[in-house]
């Protein structure tokens, strides 16, 4: 199992409408690409001058299934936070293998 992280800094000004877009329209519609099984949204604590810290958590089974989101969805994807908030925003993205999972 594979999580597909994408850590976004985004500006204060926007971050209102983002918040709600990134719930309502944009994780919703990446769970629709029928790539990931579920995805986590968490905040970052870490307090900074440059807006606001969040890290998105897409969980997907594996490294094929992945490699066909970046080459069917991940453009299309992007693109519309572009649109959207042109300039309001950083993210960076990261691979993580699960190794193991505990509940208990």
Same mark, same amino acid.
């Given at each position: 199992m594979l999580i597909y992280n994408v850590t976004i800094n985004i500006d204060a000004d926007v971050h209102d409408d983002w %918040? $709600?877009? #990134?719930?309502?329209?944009?994780i919703p519609d990446m769970l629709n690409t029928g790539k990931f099984s579920h995805a986590k949204m968490v905040r970052v604590l870490v307090e900074d001058d440059g807006g606001i810290t969040y890290s998105i958590q897409y969980t997907t089974p594996d490294r094929k299934t992945l490699e066909a989101?970046? &080459?069917?969805? @991940?453009? &299309? #994807? &992007?693109?519309?936070?572009?649109? %959207? /908030?042109?300039?309001? /925003? $950083? @993210?960076?993205r990261t691979e993580l293998e699960v190794i193991s999972q505990q509940i208990p």
């Open positions: %918040l $709600v877009w #990134m719930r309502d329209k944009h989101y970046y &080459r069917d969805d @991940a453009e &299309r #994807m &992007r693109g519309y936070a572009q649109k %959207l /908030f042109p300039n309001k /925003f $950083v @993210a960076f």
